[in-house]
């Protein structure tokens, strides 16, 4: 069973920064991609960001392109999501997912099959 660990999300202003990170419960070559969605209340869950882990290819959304940079250390099976320039929008709670995907470019939840916990973001104005 893969495990998948959240941390870093808390309180921030806007226009401040967070960083948040995943570490993997086995090696990451066991899963091709890895993504960070989010779930505002009362929303359904979106795509934020998505690496592949064999050779670092990134994908996002258009409304974080340039405030939020998605990486990844495969010696410590960690993916990591800074965030900055945030805005109170962002505000949600964020999931780390992982999927045998050949590309991070799948954006629907349902074709990742390992999820974190979730680590809540607020923003405030």
């Known amino acids: 069973q893969v495990q998948l660990v959240e941390s870093g999300g808390g309180l921030a202003q806007a226009g401040e920064s967070l960083r948040l990170s995943c570490a993997a419960s086995e090696r990451a070559s066991s899963f091709y991609a890895m993504g960070w969605f989010r779930q505002a209340p009362g929303k359904e869950r979106e795509f934020v960001a998505g690496i592949s882990w064999n050779n670092g290819i990134t994908h996002y959304t258009d409304f974080v392109k340039g405030r939020f940079t998605i990486s990844r250390d495969n010696a410590k099976n960690t993916v990591y999501m800074q965030m900055n320039s945030l805005k109170p929008e962002d505000t949600a709670v964020y999931y780390c997912?992982?999927?045998?995907?050949?590309?991070?470019?799948?954006?629907?939840?349902?074709?990742?099959?390992?999820w974190g916990q979730g680590t809540q973001v607020t923003v405030s104005s």
């Open positions: 997912a992982a999927g045998e995907l050949p590309n991070p470019y799948y954006t629907n939840y349902h074709r990742y099959q390992w």
